[in-house]
């Protein structure tokens, strides 16, 4: 009896013991995110994390980075697995944050979003992209992710190369061709382009945004109807007649995008169309100057609030994770990101020095005050990203017409709309 | 003479002792996970939640899905730019190093030649993926040498263009198989009973008479398994492709190890995305049951001769 008493005690406190190892190892903050370390959004959110450890020095914060393609392609497995961390950044979207959120795997954030002023941080209309229904469609529905930069795709030029033949940016369409023709005529291609890799598709969008309304896009990322394919028909018409005219070489079917960043910074372009998250480096070019401007003739460009912090609901800590979320929402971070050439989504404009950041988020200013943000080709449907990709880099590369550039991308969405 | 087989065979039973851990390994890691693909197959399933059970639906869709057929044909270039060719390849070199430079140069030399040969196979397949797309991007470094070179008119786009895409691919694979064939033949030829060529040569063949009568017959063994794995990792094939062309310019360099991964995690069909793996799975036991029944048939013969 004695001996099965001391057993006991001896078993409760190993108990105890151990659960107070997990007890102490629960003061851990699991942060995932895929912004490399040398961009705006690293150096901000590398910020962020410090100022976390100095305001909560018992948790300890774990922080992992992962790539793009590795939250994109196995993000629910991750998020419906134990592995979880407590908050990472979470690729907006149908297709992404609409399937997980869809299948309840993303914490609703409304309450917190209340309650911890964030309301007064980013206005509730800049929130569409973190709500996604019960099929996984954003626009309404629960909050489940908060963003906290914005990004936009506009044309990239090499200041110098420009300036040299006395041309000045482009304000139509018309003027832009018409540099783009004297370059040609110089043997020189004007758009460093990637078709073997995500740049060319977001061209291609560009494009079609020029034929597109808000009700297109609408129909078009709400999944609300089958795709109607006459702006992308009149963009794959488009590439095709800019490939056959040499803005665009055909090369480029065998291009990444890091390729065709050399491209540019060796001047052998002068142009690339091309996201802000490419800004940074870009800004940092010293041979030359870079600067951007709106794709000209046109109210829409691919541009939303970017990707956004999400919290899944199996993280062990939430309320640490809602406090980092509001750290990188701080006047400070977000002053950072925009002082790195990045695009913050709640910076105070004139506390911006950098030249870059500040050209950036008075774009950006102009796109989101004239509705321009078009979003992005790849969101409705799961997997659309690599058709879009495949069928982008066939037209560019000749190997399909424009019609059946089209159809490929209409027959892909009409299959994916059936099986939401 | 009763007690001497019980014995025998007592101590036979003790050997399944030693297998089990490798079996318990080999049930969790591989059998669990192929059965349950097989039964993953016969759904429809986003990976998160139950799948739900739809028969035959995505094998039927499989046979009629141009993508599927177009990878398999792919395959069957890949078992010759990943079995074939590089078989042919590293047996010449071989009994070359073997024949040759190490008789007319010394062991050192020939061993300084297959340790580089062998090297592309210590290469983390991503590196040498990444090296090999700044090589052949159009602007990589095979163009500017042709171009520096006067050869300007061969230069070409050799991963982004449709039909050179997968010549470019088979080319960086024979690079990378080389090595492992070669090492495999040069430790065989080191087996053969050198009085073989000797008695060869004193009957007046030539090198290339006795690469053809004497290294070939003696190699078969090296050559069957060499076939045999080289077959099966050209049937499997996936890092080079993903890492280079992902699949692409549009399917040109698809596999079906692509394509199921593709499905799995893109899609998120992975239902379907099972069923292009068990089909792939399939194919490859087929091809091996083949290779080895033929094996074992030329054996045989061989120890009638």
């Known amino acids: 009896m004695n001996r099965l008493a001391k057993l006991a005690v001896a078993l409760a406190a190993t108990a105890a013991l151990s659960t107070g190892a997990v007890l102490a190892q629960d003061k851990v903050l699991k942060v995932w995110h895929y912004e490399p370390a040398d961009s705006a959004l690293g150096i901000a959110w590398q910020a962020a994390m410090d100022k976390y450890r100095e305001t909560y020095p018992d948790t300890d914060l774990q922080f992992e980075l992962k790539t793009f393609d590795q939250i994109n392609q196995a993000g629910t497995m ?7 961390p407590d908050v990472l950044e979470y690729n907006k979207g149908n297709g992404t944050a609409g399937l997980a959120a869809s299948q309840g795997l993303l914490q609703a954030l409304d309450d917190v979003y209340h309650a911890r002023g964030w309301d007064k941080i980013i206005a509730e209309e800049a929130l569409g992209l973190g709500k996604y229904d019960e099929l996984g ?3 309404s529905g629960p909050l489940i992710g908060i963003p906290n930069y914005g990004e936009f795709v506009s044309v990239f030029y090499n200041a110098d190369m420009l300036e040299a033949r006395g041309m000045a940016v482009p304000t139509t369409l018309e003027e832009f061709t018409a540099i783009m023709d004297t370059f040609v005529a110089e043997g020189i291609t004007p758009i460093a382009e990637a078709a073997n890799d995500y740049p060319a598709q977001h061209l291609m969008y560009m494009l079609t945004l020029k034929n597109a309304d808000a009700d297109w896009i609408a129909n078009f990322e709400g999944v609300k109807q089958d795709l109607d394919t ?33 491209q540019f910074m060796a001047g052998a372009s002068p142009f690339v169309v091309g996201g802000t998250w490419l800004s940074t480096s870009y800004g940092n070019i010293e041979a030359f100057t870079a600067s951007q401007f709106l794709f000209p003739g046109q109210k829409y460009a691919p541009g939303s609030t970017g990707n956004m912090w999400v919290v899944p609901v199996n993280a062990k800590n939430k309320e640490a994770a809602y406090d980092f979320i509001e750290i990188t929402l701080s006047p400070d971070v977000q002053n950072i990101m925009g002082n790195e050439g990045g695009l913050p989504i709640a910076a105070n404009s004139d506390t911006v020095t950098n030249p870059v950041g500040k050209t950036t988020t008075a774009l950006f200013g102009e796109l989101v005050s004239r509705g321009g943000l078009g979003y992005y080709p790849d969101w409705p449907v799961p997997g659309f990203y690599n058709e879009v990709l495949q069928a982008t880099q066939a037209v560019i590369g000749g190997t399909a017409t424009p019609e059946e550039f089209a159809a490929r991308l209409k027959a892909f969405y009409d299959e994916g709309r059936a099986m939401m | 003479m009763a007690t001497v087989t019980k014995s025998y065979r007592q101590n036979n039973s003790a050997y399944w002792l030693y297998l089990f851990p490798g079996l318990i390994g080999f049930v969790l890691v591989v059998g669990i996970p192929f059965l349950m693909n097989i039964g993953i197959s016969f759904t429809k399933w986003r990976g998160i939640r139950m799948p739900t059970f739809i028969g035959l639906e995505n094998y039927e869709r499989l046979i009629t899905d141009g993508a599927f057929w177009m990878s398999l044909q792919h395959t069957l270039f890949f078992v010759v730019a990943m079995a074939v060719v590089p078989t042919i390849i590293s047996l010449i070199v071989a009994s070359v190093l073997f024949d040759y430079v190490s008789a007319r140069f010394g062991q050192q030399m020939s061993s300084f030649f297959r340790a580089g040969y062998y090297l592309p196979q210590i290469l983390p397949i991503s590196v040498a993926g990444v090296l090999w797309g700044w090589i052949l991007n159009p602007h990589g470094v095979l163009n500017l040498i042709l171009d520096a070179t006067g050869l300007g008119a061969l230069s070409s786009n050799w991963l982004g263009d449709q039909t050179l895409a997968i010549y470019s691919l088979g080319f960086v694979m024979v690079w990378l198989q080389i090595g492992y064939s070669l090492v495999i033949f040069m430790a065989g030829l080191a087996r053969v009973d050198p009085a073989l060529y000797e008695a060869a040569e004193l009957d007046g063949a030539g090198a290339a008479q006795r690469f053809w009568y004497v290294t070939i017959p003696m190699l078969r063994p090296e050559i069957f398994v060499i076939g045999l794995t080289t077959t099966i990792a050209a049937l499997k094939v996936f890092a080079p492709v993903y890492v280079m062309t992902n699949g692409g310019p549009d399917n040109a360099t698809l596999v079906p190890s692509f394509f199921s991964y593709y499905h799995f995690f893109s899609t998120v069909r992975i239902g379907y995305g099972a069923a292009i793996a068990t089909a792939q799975t399939a194919i490859t036991i087929v091809l091996a049951l083949i290779f080895l029944w033929v094996q074992a048939r030329q054996t045989e013969e061989a120890a009638h001769d």
């Open chain 1, 78 to 84: 991750i998020l419906n697995s134990a592995e979880a």
């Open chain 1, 137 to 139: 469609v954003f626009g």
């Open chain 1, 230 to 262: 006459a702006p992308f028909l009149a963009a794959g018409q488009m590439l095709v007649d800019w490939v056959s005219k040499g803005y665009i070489s055909t090369d480029a079917t065998g291009m990444n995008a890091d390729d065709m960043t050399n």
